[in-house]
């Protein structure tokens, strides 16, 4: 199988990837990103969330040799990725749907860390969500990469 996150053909959403237990209301880190479906005629697609009681459970692997490691484990509430295959009949519809999430994360006062407009039409956002000056309360990132990138690539190794 091929490493899919480092594929040039992709929509990704890390959705609240790392949403914190102890906050919830106004400053959860939690967004609501929808469902996304696999993309037509053979598009990749990945989908994973992890909640709170699978990364209990990891926790307890770690508490006797790294209990540091294990107390922030167990204060993350869910992970989320989706990764979509861009196609040309979804493409329009994913850059909408990235926009719309993009604007949502701002008007909820989430912090744009990174952006990153490549030169290929790499389109690349990072957020975080805080309660104050006191602790994380969420991070997402979203990707999406070109279609002239995987052509490029193509044309080269012919």
Not at 70 to 76: E, G, H, I, Q, T
Request: glycine fraction near 8%; hydrophobic fraction near 40%.
């Amino acid at each position: 199988m091929k490493h899919v996150a480092c594929h040039p053909l992709l929509f990704a959403v890390v959705a609240a990837g790392l949403s914190l237990n102890a906050y919830a209301g106004a400053n959860s880190g939690e967004v609501d990103f929808g469902k996304f479906t696999a993309p037509g005629k053979g598009g990749e697609f990945v989908e994973v969330q992890i909640k709170s009681n699978l990364l209990s459970l990891a926790a307890q692997l770690l508490d006797k040799e790294q209990p540091e490691a294990a107390k922030l484990v167990r204060s993350v509430r869910l992970i989320r990725v989706n990764v979509v295959g861009l196609t040309d009949e979804n493409r329009a519809e994913m850059k909408k749907r990235l926009q719309h999430i993009r604007n949502e994360l701002d008007e909820k006062d989430w912090e744009r860390n990174v952006n990153v407009q490549g030169k290929d039409g790499e389109d690349v956002a990072v957020y975080t969500k805080t309660r104050g000056g006191e602790a994380l309360a969420g991070v997402a990132v979203t990707v999406m990469d070109s279609v002239k990138k995987i052509g490029e690539t193509i044309k080269k190794n012919d």
